[in-house]
């Protein structure tokens, strides 16, 4: 009972008859056109679910009414019930002609205009709902919005408005169809969907002027992408207020089969008519927002600005690019010494990513490994890396340097392929390194999902002889749970709590607490971004296990190692 029903009639007395009738059945939105001129403006406006017309109206009659109707790109399809007094074949033959969808004579019996009424709607819900909403959370489909977007645009150029665009990006979303599978992944997106629509449903911003229309200017838009259309903003700072109750309800935590887990979401916003006035441009800039945003870290949101789209722009050409570079053969490993903190040897190296680009020459990693990871290609490199870090490190085995470990990061997209476990046999097969001397990176971010499948995970891996380490710890979930239940041979000290170690208390309190909390669980401790001889002094002192940093070395390439390797000293 939640459609809008079009009523077009020049007599008032029948539009109020139509409607009290209707009304009996439970319909509660009507549009009353009595001027059949104003019909188009009107519908354009109102968007209606079913139009009820009569064909003796003067200007223009109910037949050139309907033509017009038929012709309408948005509205070419609306049902269209006749209602009229005449009853000669005649009349009905052109009205079908002209796509008439049913018809009822006047004077209108009460119950054959309910029926007709309600079997029309549903007839339209069904195919509407094949057509345009997807299967999956019931909101409306990525067609079916971009259609709505452009015709309030509309709107909001006729009444001089302000549109906002939101585009809600959920962060590494895939790994939990990867991690958890299929029905896990729907089952939650199920929920996203319903939490946008609650924050939306309880917003300040759309209870005016949109009324129950508002919840249909949601969308999922892709897999994990979801739209948003706010109308007649007054304030932007409603609209980012809006943006902020959406991430906070996402990041509450989700319940599948007893066990919780966490989302987060990236948030970017276009403004009409001041970013674009069509809709493709408005889209793309919220796009663009939106990646920034992530790129930022969780639970980010921001507004479009040129600057982005200039981003956006090198993000493109840089991903072209980078699909050639892995073609090309472009990849050449650098290594950083990992040195005891007590004898000054190098015990270990970290294998680190460098590009040769043809043109810019060597790109950090910084500027491409998230364009890696949205694009999928972060796996195929990251077993080249980890191939490439076995190679090299057998070499340096095989020229005295025995006991020398190699530790080579791994993405959560890369830990979570289906082929991981093969691609470190295949690497320890082929380099004949002692499996020992292999040490796998990973984040905090890749231990998030069902914690006993990534324990047996890890457990299998191990079984060859290699180790993990925890890379950037403090930076992210960590808790004591992590360090106990899963099976991490190193703890790495993110470098953000050394900067200050000399001279603030509370970075020292935190530092010495990991390393007491990492020798309690049989852990060995490394301190990355070492550079000052005070840092170092306090690792020391406080019994830190092995120092990485520019105090050392910085980032090496092969030949520059084993020169390395040859005279370090402490």
Not at 172 to 199: E, H, N, P, W
Not at 265 to 273: C, D, S, T, Y
Not at 325 to 346: C, I, R
């Amino acid at each position: 009972m939640d459609s809008t029903i079009m009523l077009v009639d020049d007599e008032p007395v029948m539009l109020d008859i139509v409607q009290a009738l209707l009304e009996e059945f439970g319909y509660q939105y009507f549009v009353a056109v009595q001027h059949s001129p104003e019909t188009i403006t009107t519908m354009e406006v109102s968007n209606p679910d079913v139009m009820l017309l009569d064909l003796d109206m003067p200007e223009l009659d109910g037949y050139q009414v309907l033509e017009q109707v038929r012709k309408h790109e948005k509205f070419g399809h609306l049902p269209v019930i006749i209602l009229t007094s005449a009853d000669d074949a005649a009349s009905k033959l052109k009205a079908l002609e002209l796509g008439a969808t049913d018809f009822l004579s006047k004077p209108v019996d009460p119950s054959e205009l309910g029926l007709r009424v309600r079997n029309t709607l549903s007839a339209k819900a069904y195919r509407d709902q094949l057509a345009f909403y997807d299967s999956l959370t019931g909101l409306p489909n990525r067609t079916l919005f971009l259609d709505r977007l452009f015709w309030s645009m509309e709107n909001a150029k006729r009444t001089e408005t302000k549109l906002v665009l939101l585009d809600i990006g959920l962060d590494r979303f895939r790994k939990i169809y990867d991690t958890l599978g299929m029905s896990a992944g729907d089952s939650m997106l199920q929920d996203v969907a319903q939490r946008i629509q609650k924050v939306i449903r309880s917003s300040d911003l759309v209870s005016h002027g949109q009324g129950r229309k508002s919840l249909e200017n949601v969308a999922r838009i892709s897999g994990e992408e979801f739209s948003v259309v706010l109308c007649s903003v007054t304030q932007l700072e409603k609209a980012s207020m809006v943006c902020k109750r959406i991430i906070e309800e996402l990041e509450q935590a989700l319940e599948y089969q007893g066990k919780e887990y966490y989302l987060s979401a990236g948030i970017g916003m276009a403004v009409f008519p001041e970013d674009a006035e069509d809709v493709e441009a408005l889209v793309k800039f919220a796009g663009a927002a939106r990646e920034h945003a992530k790129r930022l870290g969780a639970g980010k949101f921001l507004y479009y600005s040129s600057e982005m789209n200039a981003q956006a722009l090198t993000v493109i050409n840089l991903e072209t690019e980078l699909k050639n570079a892995f073609k090309n053969d472009e990849f050449e490993l650098f290594y950083q010494p990992k040195v005891d903190s007590q004898t000054g040897t190098a015990v270990g190296v970290e294998s680190l990513i460098r590009w040769n680009h043809p043109l810019r020459g060597i790109v950090s990693p910084s500027e491409f490994i998230s364009i890696a990871e949205n694009t999928g290609l972060i796996v195929p490199i990251g077993k080249w890396v980890l191939a490439q870090a076995c190679a090299e490190i057998s070499r340096l085995n095989t020229m005295g340097h025995h006991h020398l470990k190699v530790s080579v990061n791994v993405a959560p997209a890369q830990f979570a392929d289906k082929g991981f476990k093969e691609s470190v046999i295949h690497a320890l097969s082929t380099s004949h390194i002692n499996p020992q001397n292999l040490v796998l990176e990973i984040t905090e971010s890749t231990l998030m999902g069902d914690i006993d499948r990534l324990v047996d995970q890890m457990n299998e891996i191990i079984a060859l002889g290699v180790s993990f380490s925890l890379d950037d710890f403090g930076t992210g979930y960590s808790s004591l749970s992590y360090l106990k239940r899963f099976p991490i041979r190193e703890l790495k000290i993110d470098r953000s709590f050394l900067i200050n170690i000399a001279t603030e208390n509370e970075d020292r309190s935190i530092v010495q607490a990991i390393i007491s909390l990492a020798h309690s669980l049989k852990q060995h401790v490394v301190a990355e971004g070492v550079e000052e001889k005070e840092q170092l002094a306090f690792l020391q002192a406080h019994g830190c296990d092995v120092i990485q940093g520019y105090y050392f070395s910085k980032p090496l390439p092969l030949d520059k190692l084993i020169a390395y390797l040859s005279t370090e000293n402490i």
